[in-house]
DNA sequence: GTGGTCTAGACCACA
DNA sequence: GTGGTCTAGACCACA
């Protein structure tokens, strides 16, 4: 399910933070909203404790997440995770049509691709 | 007219190397196409040499710019600087609609943000 | 009555000392005074009876309760709870004071916030 | 100048993390408004490198320094070190008092304390 | 068992 | 030289 890339140049614990996201909005996770503990999900990655330790922390700093010493980490009860997820795409689209348009991209250029991810996204439904 | 973000997580050189780019690409640069010389530009952007070095160095791999040992840096003849932005931008774009679109975004939001930059455009053209 | 924070980072066992501290030294208990059993509170807090368990022997090392196997646990007659309860709290101010006075805050700006907890106190009561 | 207490419950990292702030707030640090290297503090405190790096980041998080990797650490231009200082210590003081007034403390026994605390302030200076 | 902190030490890209 | 990431492994308090 969680695939990690050790070879990006995006360290392994961002990709954790927003794979993590992507599944806490998606509404993954077991029924009483626990995650794996940090060693677990560690064993399973193949990754040091440390660095799912560090993804866990700044996802508790995002409120996505809360995690209690002893017991475990748990989804936040009033997570956004959802809405920040979609801002950030937003930005990320925004930000990359902005320098296309800026470097000469005309507006049906643009409009194909994006009818392109689109009809992909209607056949595999 | 060249703007580098000391302190963004992009290496100076590959924001150099981007930006340079895109100059070429948009015509900019002397009536002989010459660019200035590593030290020149080091100069005013306050930067080191080896940072301009190593930007003018993979320009010239790509075939973007060609340099002449004692005499400086120009703009190759057939340089395909404008195919190369324009794919790679087309390519940012469907990697975060791609993106979006996975993660909940609609085709309406989608449209919207495009719409949004679009209008800026003809208002400042 | 007793109330916990299970997300935070103060232990529970020390919460518990704490609020059963206070609440001895506010009188709160039963006419005997006795307090309620591990299991009864545990049970009660939803928390686990090794926790109150830790709490309650703290409380008996520091002559606030003392327990009878097999009958309870009961409050010291003599406890001087009210007593450290007002030393440790004098001294959370002092080191609170000391430590603001040295980073910048002038006597009138503590002075404010005094005024308005003591301004809250009377129209609480 | 920057002292740590290694036996204290408080990590590390977050007793760098207020110190630092405070000296940033107190305007200590060079005419440059550079910080020492991670390497070079960690070494000076006899810390660990990962140690000194964990409170830089956050530092940096809080707007409070920036760093650049390859070049160093630098104080922010528009940092707020000297108003999150006030606004924290006031905050623990407001609490103290709080819990204090809750537990039986009364005006005067707190105004004491005050006093006694900006009367030393008077002697040194 | 759990999360949290820390050390020792490595390697990386960058300036 | 600089900051940033990561591993391996230890120890801690707590549940």
Redesign the pocket.
């Known amino acids: 399910m969680l695939q990690l890339d050790l070879q990006s140049r995006q ?4 990709q954790l933070i927003y794979n993590l996201s992507e599944m806490v909005s998606l509404g993954i996770f077991s029924a009483e909203g626990q ?1 794996p ?4 999900l560690a064993r399973d990655l193949g ?5 799912v ?2 993804a ?2 700044e996802l ?1 700093r995002r409120g996505i997440i809360y ?7 748990f989804i936040a009860a009033n997570n956004n995770a959802f809405e920040i997820l979609c801002r950030q795409n937003l930005e990320k689209i925004r930000d990359a049509v902005t320098e296309g348009k800026r470097t000469g991209l005309s507006r049906p250029q643009v409009d194909e691709v994006i009818d392109s991810v689109y009809k992909e996204d209607t056949q595999h439904d």
Chains 1, 2, 3, 4 share one sequence.
């Open positions: 360290p392994i614990y961002e995650l503990s940090v060693r677990t990754v040091n404790p440390n660095t330790q560090k866990y922390q508790e995690s209690v010493a002893g017991k475990g980490s």
